[in-house]
Nanobody, 128 residues
Framework: QVQLVESGGGLVQAGGSLRLSCAAS????????MGWFRQAPGKEREFVAA????????YYADSVKGRFTVSSDNAKNTVYLQMNRLKSEDTAAYYC?????????????????????WGQGTQVTVSS
């Protein structure tokens, strides 16, 4: 069973920054894409950002574009989410996910049902 270990969440003031990390326990795993999703209390889970294995395809939700940056280290099977200029509406539990099978289209990384494994979530709280 593959485990995804997330870290980097916490409490930050509005305008501040946080960096989330997510590492897959099996470094021999063939990963075709990695993504971040978030879920705020009382809301549905939503897409935040994703990156293909090659790094050529990167996607962001409109709400975070220009503030968040997703990156990955394939040798470590790790994905990062640098979050800058945080807002109170960014408060949520953040989940990383990995796709371990080939994709038909890289845009599929924007949809949670294409992912095979999920992290346990890390809480991000932005105080205004």
């Amino acid at each position: 069973q593959v485990q995804l270990v997330e870290s980097g969440g916490g409490l930050v003031q509005a305008g501040g920054s946080l960096r989330l990390s997510c590492a897959a326990s099996d470094t021999s795993l063939s990963i075709y894409g990695m993504g971040w999703f978030r879920q705020a209390p009382g809301k549905e889970r939503e897409f935040v950002a994703a990156i293909s294995r090659s790094g050529d395809s990167v996607y962001y939700a409109d709400s975070v574009k220009g503030r968040f940056t997703v990156s990955s280290d394939n040798a470590k099977n790790t994905v990062y989410l640098q979050m800058n200029r945080l807002k109170s509406e960014d408060t949520a539990a953040y989940y990383c996910a990995v796709r371990v099978a080939p994709l038909t289209l890289s845009t599929q990384l924007k949809y949670d049902y294409y992912y095979n494994y999920w992290g346990q979530g890390t809480q991000v709280t932005v105080s205004s």
